[in-house]
């Protein structure tokens, strides 16, 4: 009998679940953060595995924005953490899906004034059985259901919002290391005009408040030059950041970034199908009906509580050499409340879902609208810079002929070059506000999501 009741004791633990400690060490946690690269051989096999082709040369040379995304999805820990509330979100189906166990009692009852020829004993054994009423337990999988698909939507609006991060680092380092150049350039030509003013001062042709003009435009470049690498050094920081490496991994790495090239596919992102389709089917919308429907579920979850579940509770006796049953049947009586204030805790909550899903969608359409409109005056205002830049280059070209004849001296070229620069600067900055604007206008319509596969979003990457 004692063996039959240890099988039955190892068979109920064998399916219990054992404690194993994980701890956390900041050393080793920091060093592996310190460790990640653009050339580990587990990024590489992501990489292929996604892009469905091998790399013969690894690293590769240059990375485009596109390939950086998805080492940015492989690396960085906002999507680790998503992955992981998912995970906390499904392990919330297997509690709501949970039946109630029974309960057994067991009372060894004792007589002491019994006869000698009665055994004093009467021991009784009652087993409560819970039975939930109402679909109870359907709700609570409902609700468990729509909560698990909100926690997994949110890894796509994780997803989405660290490409959006690393195209605006990566556009800002592209401009900064452009305007770099651009004022490197400006700088010379200035040195040059600085020279010659400083020539002529000597030899009386000019007063020194002309100079003092020059400096002060002089000193204002360096100024801007000094800007411009503070900016590059910071954008590459921030790049880094938006992929998940430390600034070091960037080291000789080619980032690609064209400014000149244009957004592809423009008209459709700005067509009323795509808007139509972002207010119906952007991963944050979905995410915010998907937590709508999970209010709904559990209003009625607490409407089904007010009708009582029922336990029932066969038990067994044995009195003085008489075997007694019985079975008692027993439920909560609702009279003194029905279940009121969860109730409108519930409705209230329900119509705050809708009031964030509403909120949320006029969002969107702004921030469609604001995306489209400075999209639009980007790329006039880019028109017009390149029209400006075209027509003061021919005025440099004219110039060099002239100065080739005689007809001009070499002070009037490089006041037209450095004319020439400022132009390329402003005409940078207008290609930066196209490329900026194109970026809102993906991130208002969400279309990248199109292109996403599961393996990106869903857990089971290597880690």
Not at 268 to 283: F, P, T
Request: proline share 5%; aromatic share 6%.
């Amino acid at each position: 009998m004692n063996q039959k009741w240890t099988i039955v004791a190892l068979v109920l633990l064998a399916g219990c679940v054992r404690y194993q400690p994980r701890p956390i060490l900041p050393t080793q946690t920091a060093a592996n953060l310190e460790a990640r690269a653009l050339d580990d051989s587990a990024l590489k096999e992501f990489l292929e595995k996604i892009l469905q082709r091998r790399f013969e040369l690894w690293p590769p040379k240059s990375w485009d924005f596109e390939t950086l995304n998805l080492a940015a999805l492989y690396y960085h820990p906002s999507l680790d953490v998503a992955r992981a509330q998912w995970q906390v979100a499904l392990g919330g189906n297997k509690t709501a899906a949970a039946r109630p166990n029974p309960i057994l009692s067991a009372v060894p009852g004792y007589n002491i004034s019994a006869t000698r020829a009665v055994s004093p004993w009467f021991p009784s054994v009652t087993l409560e059985v819970p039975i939930e009423t109402a679909g109870k337990r359907g709700h609570r999988r409902a609700q468990a259901g729509h909560l698990s698909e909100s926690a997994r939507l949110n890894i796509v609006v994780t997803a989405l919002q660290v490409r959006s991060n690393l195209r605006a680092s990566l556009i800002d380092l592209t401009a900064a290391r452009q305007r770099e150049m651009l004022l490197q350039n400006q700088k010379s030509i200035q040195d040059k005009i600085l020279q010659s003013l400083e020539q002529q001062l000597q030899a009386g042709a000019i007063s020194s408040s002309e100079l003092t003009l020059v400096r002060i435009n002089w000193d204002k470049i360096r100024l801007d030059l000094s800007d411009a690498q503070q900016q590059k050094a910071d954008a590459l920081v921030r790049v880094a950041g938006a992929i998940g490496v430390p600034v070091k991994a960037l080291d000789g790495v080619d980032l690609a970034y064209d400014l000149s090239a244009q957004p592809p596919a423009v008209s459709d992102l700005m067509s009323a199908e795509a808007r139509r389709q972002a207010l119906e089917s952007r991963a944050d919308i979905l995410a915010a009906l998907a937590e709508y429907a999970a209010s709904q579920s559990a209003l009625q979850l607490e409407i089904a509580k007010q009708y009582p579940d029922v336990h029932l509770g066969p038990g067994y006796q044995y009195d003085q050499g008489d075997h007694k049953f019985s079975l008692a049947l027993t439920a909560e009586l609702p009279l003194l409340n029905q279940n009121q204030g969860p109730i409108s805790q519930a409705e209230a909550r329900r119509a705050e879902a809708a009031a964030r899903f509403n909120a949320l969608q006029a969002r969107v359409i702004t921030e469609i609208d604001r995306a489209a409109a400075m999209y639009r005056v980007a790329q006039e205002n880019l028109s017009t810079w390149e029209s400006l830049a075209a027509s003061q280059k021919k005025r440099s070209e004219a110039m060099e002929a002239q100065l080739k004849v005689g007809a001009a001296d070499q002070f009037d070229l490089l006041n037209t070059q450095i004319e020439l620069s400022a132009n390329e600067l402003l005409q940078l900055n207008a290609r930066v506000k196209l490329q900026q604007s194109f970026g809102a206008l993906e991130d208002a319509v969400q279309r990248p999501i199109d292109s996403m596969q599961p393996s990106l979003i869903e857990p089971g990457r290597p880690p």
